[in-house]
């Protein structure tokens, strides 16, 4: 399918459909939804059957994205951290937010794991009344980047100008990171082309010239990088982006007001994988392989994101803020602190 560009614009209240075909095997897993981790349709953490921890739903199925946001998931998992809080976890891998979404809202999954400004959109469209459970992971430098070959000649924000780069969608939360990044560079929004490319075929679009530049995450940043020489032109998490909330775990309204025990068990896990995946970077190269699909010597380049152990919602407010700033979804001040569970006896953080 050709790629269809977009006219530039400061005004995207819709996603466009597009895309690149894919040898990649990391596409592959995306597409038939599988992780290898326990070589099925999912990953699940052991559980004796019973229900010592008396947990209201000790059974529960999470929607996870096969990006390197998600290890402290699988590691949680693989370390049987569900399994000491009474959780039974059925990993299903789902290539983006826009399709988890859904599958939260018409309840096919518990709690599903997307960038926060996509839900946050769903929210105000009122496709379901959400909740964000847990932080999956907030931006640092390198985690997130625009790149392009050394021969398109861009090496900097300003070089992005007339040009078209690809990007997975333009509704979340690296969009408006990207944008606000683009302004502080002094480049005018609407000199620049957005055209939609799944995040797995990013790098073989830049490759083979499809497009001159990508916004990239992480695994297929080092998997660019590696395979056809990509560069870094734009560090969409410095500066005044850094530190932004990028995905999240969310959930039902309903599962946080029936099930408290049950959602608090899953963020306590989350958290001790994420603290795992913090203090051990070998445990996140060591798990990528198998739910993303990525080569080990490619697990072992890439820049991971920050996997903060709670959520704030000061700082998920940002993310808000900056769809209002660019007109992401809507124009009016939301206010996100209602969206934001957190477990009884504690704060929202700073």
């Known amino acids: 399918m050709a790629l269809r560009p977009s006219t530039p614009s400061t005004r995207r209240l819709t996603v466009r459909a597009g895309g690149v075909a894919s040898v990649a095997t990391a596409a592959l897993l995306l597409v038939t939804g599988c992780s290898v981790l326990n070589g099925g349709s999912g990953s699940s953490s052991d ?41 039974n976890v059925k990993i299903v891998s789902l290539p983006s937010a826009t399709v988890i979404i859904p599958k939260v809202a018409d309840g096919s999954v518990d709690i599903g794991e997307g960038n926060f400004d996509s839900v946050i959109s769903a929210q105000y469209k009122k496709v379901a009344d959400f909740k964000f459970v847990g932080i999956a992971s907030a931006g640092k430098p390198g985690a997130v980047e625009v790149t392009a070959l050394p021969s398109s000649g861009i090496t900097n924000a300003q070089g992005l100008e007339g040009k078209t780069v690809g990007t997975n969608t333009q509704s979340d939360v690296l969009f408006a ?14 000199t620049v082309s957005f055209t939609t490319v799944k995040h797995a075929d990013i790098p073989q679009a830049i490759g083979t010239g499809q497009i001159p530049a990508g916004l990239q995450v992480q695994p297929y940043l080092a998997e660019a990088s590696r395979q056809y020489g990509v560069r870094p032109v734009v560090d969409v998490f410095s500066g005044p982006t850094n530190g932004l909330p990028y995905n999240s775990y969310f959930a039902l309204s309903k599962l946080t007001q029936q099930d408290p025990k049950t959602v608090a068990a899953f963020d306590k896990a989350l958290a001790m994988g994420a603290a795992d995946a913090t203090a051990n970077r070998k445990d996140v190269e060591n798990i990528l392989p198998g739910y993303t699909g990525v080569d080990p010597t490619i697990a072992a380049l890439i820049t991971e994101p920050t996997f903060p152990p709670s959520l704030s919602a000061k700082q998920v407010q940002r993310d808000a803020d900056l769809m209002t700033e660019f007109n992401i979804s ?16 504690t704060s929202s953080g700073n």
């Open 47 to 87: 559980s004796s059957g019973t229900n010592s921890a008396n947990l209201e739903k000790p059974n529960i199925t999470v929607a996870a994205q096969p990006f390197v946001d998600a290890a402290p998931l699988y590691i949680a998992a693989q370390k049987g951290y569900f399994k000491q809080v009474g959780l």
């Open 177 to 190: 990171a990207l944008e606000a990044d683009l302004q502080a560079a002094n480049v005018p929004l609407n």
């Open 330 to 345: 809507f124009n009016t001040k939301f206010d996100v602190s209602s969206m934001c569970w957190l477990p009884p006896g």
